[in-house]
């Protein structure tokens, strides 16, 4: 692989459901310990955006979840 190509994948979570199992933790309130609005979250939770990597680990970080319970990436194929 050249150092100009570019690896595409998907990077999908595992939020929602690790939400729940933190006493039923809300986007909103998730939203305002890791600095991002609700939307961010919604969007993150639905892959249609795939956070920096900062965030991915805050976002682990007030889950109290390892990064890799999640986040995971799938290469394309």
Do not use: C, W
């Not at 956070?51 to 889950?63: D, R």
């Amino acid at each position: 692989m050249g150092k100009d190509a570019v690896i595409k994948g998907q990077i999908s979570n595992n939020i929602r459901k690790l939400r729940f199992a933190s006493d039923e933790m809300t986007q909103k309130e998730l939203a305002a310990k890791v600095g991002v609005s609700r939307q961010t979250i919604v969007a993150i939770e639905k892959d249609h955006y795939p956070p920096s990597l900062a965030l991915a680990f805050m976002i682990a970080h007030v889950l109290g979840e390892p990064f890799q319970d999640v986040f995971s990436y799938k290469p394309a194929d």
